[in-house]
């Protein structure tokens, strides 16, 4: 490698020889003393006529000099460069920073803690705007003006409702089994085994069954739907929705948001069900009551407004769940690591906003009485 200035303030480095990994990266300082002098030079020129071969240690060590020469505000032509390395530095500055990488650039916890504000005020900036875009669309539905395909919305409803049934099954049944163990653990101390039935029953009807459902979707349904929108937003299917005038909140939002709002209290209802006839097994096999005086005794426990407490609950969680999985998949980057982000995002965020939604809810309903 070496350096020579021309009459106009250029800089040509001309490059010789095999350029590999075997043979080792040279330093760039040579270069940095020529930017670094009282007359640095205005723009870079290379001449590689004489590189006889060159592998990743090459644009390693051009990428190296394009950041010397962007922070000294140099202009440098590529023009000399084989086009295997141009199309290679092109690809590199293409790719964004990681936040790992960033994490380890060397700034002080000030600054990382600023661009955590940062990202985190953004991410609340879209979200607002994400639930705006949402309520025009509900608007326009209403109105008969939205647009999606119907085969869409019955494809999604099926992948909602239909094909998640097993298993909700498997878990709806074993949450009833286990809430009527422990509780019949500690009632048959006290001769009380047929509240087993009410334990259970409630349980089921105004937490547990909507509960239980809500975390299944988030981890099975939620991160389909970031997934899926991810994808999308990496290939620029969403750019390409945008140019042809189509709205990708009503496109495919908009039904995967009814969807789900739709099946959850079917699921809810069907899964308050399965949870019953666990306890049972737990109260008839265990417990020796019988079949008859245990739903006899589940029935005089619950009410009507037990289980619409709990559907209730399910389209929230529904709702949720749908918003969740969506606005992650929207805001996903134009990689494979972002797609796994935006699912495990969606997945975090869902069962986090269930939480809140509760607690929320419960204390509504004890105030309402």
């Given amino acids: 490698m070496a350096c020579s200035r021309q009459p106009n303030d250029e800089l040509v480095i001309r490059l010789s020889g095999c350029w590999t990994l075997a043979e080792g990266i040279p330093s760039i300082d040579d270069v940095r003393s020529e930017c670094d002098g009282t007359a640095p030079p205005r723009q870079v020129r290379f001449d590689t006529q004489a590189v006889a071969g060159w592998d990743s ?37 293409a790719v964004p920073e990681t936040e790992v990488e960033a994490a380890f650039a060397g700034d002080s916890g000030l600054a990382t803690l600023g661009r955590a504000a940062l990202r985190h005020w953004k991410s609340a900036i879209e979200s607002i705007r994400f639930l705006g875009e949402i309520w025009i669309a509900c ?31 498997l878990v709806s049944f074993l949450v009833g089994l286990i809430l ?14 047929i509240f087993v039935a009410d334990l259970v029953g409630l349980g089921m009807a105004r937490e547990m069954g ?8 988030a981890g099975r ?30 496109f495919l939002v908009l039904p995967r948001l009814l969807a789900l709002t739709l099946m959850m209290p079917l699921l809810c ?81 869902s069962i986090v906003l269930i939480v809140i939604a509760s607690g929320i809810i419960n204390v509504i309903d004890h105030i309402l009485g």
């Fill in 57 to 93: 240690a090459l644009p390693t060590y051009l990428r190296g000099l394009m950041e010397l020469f962007a922070s000294r505000g140099i202009d440098a032509d590529r023009s000399g460069l084989p086009e295997g390395v141009q199309r290679l530095l092109d690809l590199a500055a």
């Fill in 139 to 169: 608007v326009r539905l209403a109105s008969g003006r939205a647009h999606f395909r119907a085969s869409d919305f019955a494809l999604t409803i099926q992948q909602c409702g239909a094909e998640a049934v097993g298993i909700v099954t």
């Fill in 180 to 193: 009527a163990f422990i509780g019949a653990i500690q009632l048959k101390q006290f001769g009380a085994q």
């Fill in 210 to 217: 909507a509960m239980m459902t809500a975390i299944i979707m």
């Fill in 221 to 250: 349904t939620g991160a389909s739907f970031a997934a899926q929108l991810g994808t999308m937003t990496a290939n620029e299917e969403i750019d390409a929705l945008k140019t042809m005038g189509i709205s990708p909140i009503e």
């Fill in 269 to 349: 209802l069907y899964s308050n069900l399965l949870g019953i006839a666990g306890g049972a097994v737990v109260g008839v096999g265990m417990l020796d009551l019988g079949v008859v005086s245990y739903f006899d005794q589940t029935r005089n426990a619950l009410s009507l407004a037990d289980f619409a407490a709990g559907l209730i609950k399910a389209v929230v969680y529904g709702s949720l769940v749908a918003l969740s999985g969506c606005l992650r998949g929207m805001q996903c980057g134009r990689s494979a690591a972002a797609v796994g982000n935006a699912t495990t995002s969606a997945v975090v965020t």
